[in-house]
């Protein structure tokens, strides 16, 4: 019989060995990335009040993002979490991809970030 890899498993092993190392402050707030088979979600998060300062999805930017591709929507929320913390003087943060590889939507959501204003 064949096994299935379980990508969703594997995935959540390596973004526990990354969180061991990166640590939002307030200063420096963690720029998280989350991804499902349809959207993208983002958050700018003060880890150390464990607060959520700002966040964004292709969800919720639905009007913005329709009729375009899920990396080019990326792209988009990128931009819109970068706006969101720029507006509360946050200009540096860690990101966080979330154990997923760096391609692809996770790669344009933190190229909008940057074309936007954020370092990382």
């Known amino acids: 019989m064949i096994n299935k890899i379980n990508k969703n498993a594997d995935r959540r092993i390596r973004h526990e060995r990354v969180r061991k190392k990166v ?6 707030p963690r720029l998280c990335v989350y ?3 349809n959207y993208i979600y983002a958050q700018v998060i003060d880890d150390v009040n464990g607060t959520t ?3 964004s999805s292709s ?3 639905a009007k ?3 009729g375009k591709t899920k990396v080019e929507a990326a792209k988009i929320v990128g931009q ?3 706006k969101k913390a720029v507006a ?3 200009t540096e943060v860690v990101f966080d991809r979330g154990g997923y590889i ?3 939507r996770v790669a344009a959501l933190a190229d909008g970030a940057r074309e936007a204003g954020l370092k990382f």
Do not use: M, N, Q
Request: glycine share 8%; net charge positive.
């Open 23 to 28: 640590f939002g402050t307030s200063v420096k």
């Open 35 to 37: 991804r499902s088979t």
């Open 53 to 55: 300062l700002c966040a």
């Open 59 to 61: 969800k919720a930017l």
């Open 64 to 66: 913005d993002c329709e």
């Open 80 to 82: 819109d979490i970068a």
């Open 88 to 90: 509360l003087k946050v």
């Open 102 to 104: 760096y391609t692809g």
